[in-house]
């Protein structure tokens, strides 16, 4: 089992610099942080709650210092808080707030409850801590999540050629060391970010903004620079958070690439409402075109929509690199995989003549490989996160009140041998055995929640845009696995994840040794 070592700084994934490193702050901001830290752990309240919290080391620990500990090792916590509180509920401290960790077994009852009642997108932005990160937006409208599931989704066949067409593209870009059949030493994080960026774009906004530099820089680092922004606020008591802001690059990082995003966007949507415009005269197919499609009033104006624009790209590209990254360290780890994978795309691609939606849908042994790689390094250490948007009664008769936020042990979960055998396995073929039989040839995929398996959260809020990840993640993979060879350098092993709060992410500083396969 891959266990996370303490957070000793948040990495950057651009090709920048650590996210997260003292020594980038000027001496005052540092002095800053350090009194208020150290005012604020003074006044930090002690526990007061009725329900346990997770980690604490007694009654009478502050709750400021309980969230320092989490950030510094959230994987600990939560996990022995599961098996502590099992089958009950159990607070964490994250600096910013608690979160009622609240057992599985009401997933199913939760999972249908209308946004107006137990909201999963004000929990995301609350996440995102709102104004800070420009999140706000998406409480306005739910324009992303209907473009996803009523035209990417049921058309992602549509994109299938330009996602191959884009992927071909990128290879050359981002991987030109391993053009030659010499074993290279490779930042894949990297190639992956920048890899995953563009195909992403290709299908978000089509051609040839995709491959715009400006733009894609953009949609890599305002991601970055939203989640250096809040994890430093998240260190500082909220009346603090307003003064501070000022003080951060990240911050004003966060603004320069939405501008950046709407500078190279609104022209683009203009041209394509113009009605005497001499663009193409082809329709255009990309995610963009049904946003403007599908837009109602209140969604329409072209900044709104390059907004929107930049978000999808936010929700979508760093977690479908992490996934990459993952995958290829377990292909490493356990390379006597390969054959079975790589037989399995050849004959799929034979038999559907190419690239196609059935010839993906068709590879149950990387889609299993996968689904094992996503439960031992999932994304997050928690997930279905709902805030109450008035008080909830739970069919015990629990109730929990108007704000609680809440959230499901996700990862511990799938670390729990009563709801998956040998858990402490890595088992690549795990849900491909489930599926042999035809009563379960359609469960255990990738994409598939259900309250045990909820990195993708589950139910009517579950993540939209995992069909599309699940695409272009078999595409890519696939792809790099044919074309090239990978191993970890001599004498390393695979690289322990990271942590910072809940999130999880791979070693950035890891190299793969990569090498061109010969072409027989």
Not at 84 to 90: D, V
Not at 442 to 471: I, S
Request: hydrophobic fraction near 40%; aromatic fraction near 10%.
């Amino acid at each position: 089992m891959t266990t996370p070592i303490e957070w000793t700084g948040l990495f950057s994934l651009s090709r920048s610099t650590v996210l997260y490193d003292t020594k980038d702050l000027p001496s005052s901001w540092l002095i800053l942080v350090l009194c208020a830290l150290f005012f604020f752990s003074f006044l930090g309240s002690v526990q007061k709650s009725k329900i346990p919290y997770a980690g604490a080391r007694g009654p009478w620990e502050p709750t400021f210092l309980l969230g320092l500990r989490f950030t510094q090792g959230a994987w600990p916590i939560v996990s022995g808080g599961y098996r502590e509180f099992k089958n009950r509920m159990f607070k964490i401290r994250r600096n910013d707030s608690d979160i009622l960790i609240i057992p599985n077994k009401y997933v199913d009852e939760l999972r249908a409850a209308p946004e107006a009642k137990l909201s999963a997108m004000a929990a995301h932005v609350k996440n995102m801590l709102g104004s800070y990160s420009t999140t706000p937006v998406l409480l306005k409208s739910d324009i992303g999540t209907r473009v996803l599931q009523t035209k990417l989704t049921p058309n992602l066949g549509l994109f299938v050629e330009a996602i191959k067409d884009e992927l071909d593209f990128a290879l050359a870009a981002e991987l030109p060391e391993a053009k030659t059949t010499a074993p290279q030493p490779v930042d894949m994080v990297q190639v992956l970010l920048h890899i995953v960026a563009r195909v992403s774009a290709r299908v978000f906004v089509g051609l040839p903004l995709c491959r715009d530099e400006d733009w894609l820089a953009s949609s890599i680092e305002y991601t970055e620079s939203i989640f250096m922004t809040i994890i430093t606020l998240r260190f500082l008591p909220s009346f603090l958070r307003p003064i501070a802001v000022w003080f951060l690059p990240s911050s004003y990082k966060i603004y320069y690439h939405l501008r950046q995003a709407k500078r190279l966007m609104i022209p683009l949507v203009r041209r394509r409402r113009d009605p005497t415009s001499n663009a193409e005269d082809e329709r255009h197919v990309d995610l963009l075109q049904w946003m403007m499609e599908i837009a109602k009033p209140n969604e329409a104006d072209e900044a709104h929509l390059a907004h929107r624009q930049l978000l999808l790209s936010f929700a979508a590209i760093h977690t479908t690199t992490m996934a990459a990254v993952n995958a290829l360290y377990d292909l490493c780890a356990y390379p006597e995989t390969l054959s079975s994978l790589r037989e399995e795309i050849e004959l799929t691609l034979a038999e559907n003549g190419g690239w196609s939606k059935a010839a993906i849908s068709k590879m149950g042994k990387l889609d299993s490989f996968l689904r094992e790689s996503q439960r031992i390094n999932p994304p997050a250490l928690i997930s279905f996160n709902r805030i109450a948007h008035e008080t909830i009664t739970l069919s015990d008769g629990i109730q929990l009140p108007k704000g609680t936020h809440m959230a499901v042990a996700s990862a511990a979960i799938l670390e729990d041998e009563d709801n998956i055998a040998r858990p402490d396995v890595f088992d690549p073929f795990r849900s491909y055995r489930k599926r042999q039989t035809p009563e379960e040839a359609t469960r255990h995929q990738y994409t598939t929640t259900d309250k045990t398996h909820l990195h993708f959260g589950h139910g009517k809020y579950a993540c939209p845009g995992r069909f599309f990840a699940a695409c272009e993640l078999k595409m890519i993979l696939a792809t790099l696995l044919m074309a090239y060879d990978f191993s970890f350098p001599e004498g390393k092993s695979r690289p322990v994840n990271l942590t910072i709060d809940e999130t999880i992410y791979p070693d950035p500083a890891a190299r793969l040794i990569v090498k061109r396969r010969s072409q027989e």
